[in-house]
């Protein structure tokens, strides 16, 4: 079994900033990816960004530029930080892990920008 515990997020103005953390423990295998999805209410989950185990990224069109994912596997630990927040990065976001065709959720944490 693998779990996640995410910590970070808040309330934030607009063009501040946040980071996002993320610990896996468990049964977590050498080559796996990381990422971080995001979700409003009557809205899909919506992918924010990936990075695996080789640190390779990819990023939502929407955050490029202003958001950075990384991870650091001797903690099992991916961070996102984020900056230039904008009140549509308003959302609970979501850490994920997948590993061997299977998925595996955060509790989420709240992230919300004032205008």
């Known amino acids: 079994q693998v779990q996640l515990v995410e910590s970070g997020g808040g309330l934030v103005q607009t063009g501040g900033s946040l980071r996002l953390s993320c610990e896996a423990s ?18 899909q989950r919506e992918l924010v960004a990936t990075i695996t185990s080789g640190a390779t990224t990819n990023y939502a069109d929407s955050v490029k530029g202003r958001f950075t994912i990384s991870r650091d596997n001797a903690k099992n630990t991916m961070y996102l ?11 609970v976001y979501y850490c994920n892990l997948h590993q061997i065709a299977q998925d595996y959720w955060g509790q989420g944490t709240q992230v919300t920008v004032s205008s």
């Open 26 to 43: 468990g049964n977590i295998r050498r080559f796996n990816a990381m990422g971080y999805y995001r979700q409003t209410p009557g809205k």
């Open 81 to 91: 930080q984020m900056n230039s927040l904008k009140p549509e990065d308003t959302a």
